[in-house]
């Protein structure tokens, strides 16, 4: 469970600091700490994040509400409350963002590590589970790990899974925004590949089982970012 990528939203500084030492601690790594709305979208378009440890009252016009609301919608990331807000009807309006779990704030090292440890597990739970998503008036269900790479012909992608494929009725970058940031990561304009399924890296081409694709300039430096993280975390295993 551990080099798991953690993104920390909360104002109060010196609480974001003792946060980010209880789980580097347990082995985690931080990608950020973000005090305000803008700044946790600038770290989730940047960085690969597996879970967000999220306080409610931030800077600015937006509150930790706000951004539960992106992560679910846009980024399909999980995140963790943590406030100090215990009346009912802030306690209802967290309910309906559906969250990971929730902690009473101060929070200590072995209560957030304990939960960090039970969430990852069930998000490793689910990922062998069908993902469902909706393609115009059809529920499609699809495992997204069983995906190895994906091709974009005008109005469709084709799914590569092992000697399978599918073909559904979609553009490339509709399809992925239906999956977490960097499950899928695009490499040139009509291909996108599953990273965790990748045999070798040869400068501008990568090799996917017995296929080779080309990888283009503008897309590089995210694939790469996304591969050191990837590393990052195979070391600290």
């Known amino acids: 469970m551990k080099g798991k990528n953690i993104l920390i939203v909360e104002d109060e500084v010196l609480i974001a600091a003792q946060i980010k030492l209880y789980i580097t601690r347990k082995g985690y790594h931080c990608v950020g700490m973000a005090t305000n709305y803008k700044k946790s979208m600038e770290i989730l378009e940047r960085q690969a994040v597996d879970l967000v440890l999220l306080d409610i009252n931030i800077l600015g016009d937006k509150s930790g509400i706000d951004i539960a609301r992106q992560l679910n919608e846009n980024y399909q990331i999980p995140f963790i409350y943590l406030t100090s807000y215990t009346d009912d009807e802030t306690i209802k309006e967290l309910v309906e963002t559906s969250p990971m779990a929730y902690l009473n704030k101060p929070v200590s090292e072995v209560g957030l590590n304990t939960t960090l440890d039970i969430a990852f597990k069930q998000i490793k739970q689910q990922n062998g589970q069908p993902h469902r998503i909706m393609i115009g008036k059809t529920q499609h269900q699809l495992v997204p790990d069983e995906i190895d ?3 974009a ?3 469709y992608v084709e799914l590569h899974m092992g000697g399978n494929k599918k073909t559904l009725r979609s553009s490339l970058t509709k399809f992925l925004e239906k999956f977490p940031a960097n499950k899928f990561i695009r490499i040139n304009r009509s291909t996108a590949i599953n990273p965790m399924k990748i045999k ?6 990568v090799k996917i089982g017995d ?3 080309a990888i283009s300039s503008s897309y590089m430096e995210q694939l790469v970012d996304v591969l050191n993280i990837s590393e990052q975390k195979d070391g600290d295993s």
């Open 149 to 151: 790479y994906i091709l």
């Open 153 to 155: 012909d005008h109005v």
């Open 200 to 205: 070798e890296l040869n400068g501008r081409k």
């Open 211 to 213: 296929q080779v694709f």
